[in-house]
């Protein structure tokens, strides 16, 4: 499976609450959903030379497929990597890490 995605789905809501949704179309980078079991797992990141460490978090109380939830911590999400709504993401996961970047948005959205 591929070991990279792109996250174009960052939301002013998202943005307010330093949070990353993971949509079912990039769930397969991060740790498998158990439905009906909700579990959060500490992943390492690194953005740029920055290591750090996130919180995922998948599955739901009622058994039905969520996204998941990343979140970087408001330090990491405003200052390190400045994430504003309509920003692109890519993560590549490789060797039990994953490596952020911010990708160029194309379409003229962010000032």
């Not at 499976?1 to 609450?17: G, P, R």
């Not at 990353?20 to 390492?44: C, D, M, Q, S």
Request: glycine share 6%; aromatic share 8%.
């Amino acid at each position: 499976m591929n070991n990279k995605i792109l996250i174009k789905n960052i939301t002013t809501n998202d943005e307010s609450s330093k949070k990353i949704r993971i949509v079912v179309a990039n769930k397969h980078l991060f740790p498998i959903e158990e439905k009906g079991v909700p579990k959060t797992y500490r992943l390492n990141f690194i953005y740029l030379d920055n290591e750090f460490k996130a919180k995922y978090t998948i599955g739901s109380k009622d058994g039905k497929s969520r996204s998941g939830v990343l979140i970087l911590g408001s330090d990491v999400y405003d200052n390190l990597i400045k994430i504003n709504a309509k920003d692109i993401l890519k993560i590549v996961k490789e060797n039990n890490k994953y490596t952020i970047s911010k990708e160029k948005n194309t379409f003229g959205n962010n000032a």
